[in-house]
């Protein structure tokens, strides 16, 4: 659950100028690619086949996408305006905080600081740092190689 957070607050790139959330055809393969877990009681009540979505679902998704960005970008460095920006979120969805409450339970567990923004120069992809020392600075190891790369030939180039 975590990771669909991460990976839908990444379906903006803005350092990129990428968006793979501009139709609601790119919702429904997101959330194909993406299953929603749902306790029994809702499973019984669901509809049969598929959802049918609206540029109204599109919109509120997108809208969310915004707040889980905010969240993630602000995690390391104000943890009280993330966790605010959390509880006003389940406030208006009426959501009713569980364990399943994906970034809520990794705030409240291991902390704000495993929520971040890629380090990488060119990068402003979000990531959940779920390691044991919790350093994680890059959002793939694409990233972090890169760096490494750029790093080296910095020092490595005549001065």
């Not at 809208?63 to 905010?70: C, I, M, V, Y």
């Not at 006003?88 to 567990?109: E, F, Q």
């Amino acid at each position: 659950m975590v990771q669909t957070a991460v990976d839908l607050a990444n379906t903006l790139r803005p350092v990129k100028g990428e968006d793979a959330l501009e139709t609601v055809e790119q919702l429904r393969d997101f959330l194909d690619d993406h299953p929603v877990a749902e306790p029994p009681s809702s499973a019984a009540n669901r509809r049969t086949g598929p959802r049918h979505l609206t540029r109204a679902d599109l919109a509120e998704v997108r809208a969310l996408r915004e707040t889980l960005r905010e969240v993630l970008e602000q995690a390391n460095t104000d943890a009280a305006e993330a966790a605010a920006l959390i509880n006003d979120g389940l406030r208006r969805s009426r959501a009713t905080p569980v364990l399943r409450s994906a970034l809520a339970s990794v705030i409240a567990t291991l902390g704000p600081a495993r929520l971040g923004v890629c380090a990488g120069p060119t990068c402003r992809a979000t990531f959940v740092d779920l390691s044991r020392n919790g350093s994680k600075q890059y959002c793939t190891r694409t990233c972090s190689h890169r760096a490494s790369v750029a790093a080296y030939r910095s020092r490595r180039s005549p001065r």
